[in-house]
């Protein structure tokens, strides 16, 4: 159930934390998914009870133990796989610093949870709405030329996130 929204100073942490799950909670699962499955495939390749192993100096995990003195190392016939996971995790991690900068600009230009409603994609406001219906605050208080010049400081994030929401129908 969705907790009532209070109007505070963490309201628009709250806010951010919402729209952050409704735009990556699809694809960062799915990455979860695909990592433990390469983890999966590695320990059986190499026949190891951890489900572990290191690429490209770092460490990949699902294990609840702790990692082996000498740390597994990815097959070569996984590294394909990985460098994909890796190059797609990283667009993910280029493409959020875009969104995420928009959405706080976007939090940042008013107090009101309607004046979102006016800058973000229309796709966007379920979850926001649902957050106003908690709440006595229903007014806003942006004019329409500042609702307007955000939007159109900042195309590339609003088409981002559009993007983003099309290729979560496809995860």
Do not use: W
């Amino acid at each position: 159930m969705l907790k009532p929204l209070k109007y505070e100073p963490l309201t628009k942490t709250q806010i951010m934390e919402m729209l952050d799950d409704f735009l990556y909670e699809r694809i960062t699962t799915d990455f979860t998914r695909r990592l433990n499955e390469l983890i999966d495939k590695n320990s059986l390749l190499i026949a190891s009870s951890h489900k572990s192993f290191s690429y490209k100096g770092k460490r990949y995990s699902n294990d609840t133990n702790r990692f082996p003195v000498k740390a597994n190392s990815l097959v070569e016939q996984l590294h394909p796989s990985m460098n994909e996971y890796l190059e797609e995790l990283k667009a993910v991690v280029h493409e959020k610093l875009y969104t995420v900068g928009y959405v706080k600009q976007v939090l940042n230009s008013s107090n009101n949870p309607n004046d979102y409603l006016r800058l973000l994609p229309s796709f966007m406001h379920r979850p926001i709405q649902d957050l106003i219906n908690t709440c006595p605050c229903r007014n806003h208080s942006l004019s329409a030329d500042k609702v307007k010049e955000i939007n159109d400081k900042n195309i590339e994030p609003l088409s981002l996130i559009k993007q983003r929401m099309v290729k979560n129908l496809l995860v």
